[in-house]
């Protein structure tokens, strides 16, 4: 069964500092997805990444820059020189695919609170 | 802008009361999921759906069931409303097949039992 753990249950920083957000995932699987979502204080979640298990060149996009290993089932997220706006609970959750239904399923880990005071 | 919506952002309802949780998306995907969010738990599927009709129970169905009878809704009915049962529902939707899995996310429901 597939399994996402985020020990960091809160995470407070200053305008302006990097913070990594930590992600350790179980699985069987050959070919997984793994993702980053973002939940404002308005409650909708929103998505940030999709990374193919095949694929572990880490990826930057803006402040945000993602490390996917393999080797350490870890994809850790950080965000650099935070802003206020930065701040939300941050999700990470791995894929299952249903082959007889075609479906896929997110697991999700239990999500660290980032609060940035400016 | 593609969407997903939930009929009611705040509900309250009583014990033994039975609930309707509304959801509709307008990207045409053939996978719908109920989640619940519950502070320190994440988020945990419910049911899900990956076609008209068809339904599949996830970690915890227990006390729920659902109702796709329309691509583009989906909807959740708690049958006897308990206090348990106070949460934030999401629902979210998602294209078919193996490499996609990006779900969309409505803006969520947050029942109160009383």
Request: glycine share 6%; proline share 2%.
């Amino acid at each position: 069964a597939q399994k996402v753990t985020q020990a960091q249950t809160e995470i407070s920083v200053v305008e302006k500092e990097d913070v990594t957000l930590d992600c350790v995932y179980e699985t069987r699987d050959t070919t997984y997805y793994l993702f980053w979502y973002k939940q404002p204080p308005s409650g909708e979640l929103v998505f940030l990444i999709r990374r193919n298990s095949f694929d572990e060149q880490n990826e930057i996009s803006g402040r945000y820059s993602w490390n996917f290993q393999k080797s350490t089932s870890s994809f850790n997220f950080t965000i650099t020189a935070s802003q206020v706006v930065d701040s939300a609970v941050y999700f990470c959750a791995l894929s299952e695919y249903y082959l007889q239904t075609g479906a896929n399923n997110l697991f999700f880990g239990t999500g660290t609170r980032l609060t940035v005071i400016p | 802008d593609v969407k997903v919506t939930q009929s009611s952002r705040y509900l309250v309802k009583r014990t033994g009361e039975k609930v309707f949780l509304e959801c509709v998306q307008d990207m045409d995907h053939e996978n719908m999921f109920w989640y619940r969010q519950d502070p320190g738990l994440g988020l945990r599927l419910i049911y899900f759906s990956y076609d008209v009709k068809m339904k599949e129970k996830g970690d915890i169905p227990e006390g729920y069931s659902v109702s796709r009878e329309k691509k583009e809704r989906f909807s959740l009915i708690l049958e006897s409303a308990s206090t348990n049962q106070t949460s934030m529902y999401l629902c979210a939707s998602s294209s078919g097949g193996e490499g996609t899995g990006e779900l969309f996310f409505g803006e969520g429901s947050r029942l109160t039992v009383l």
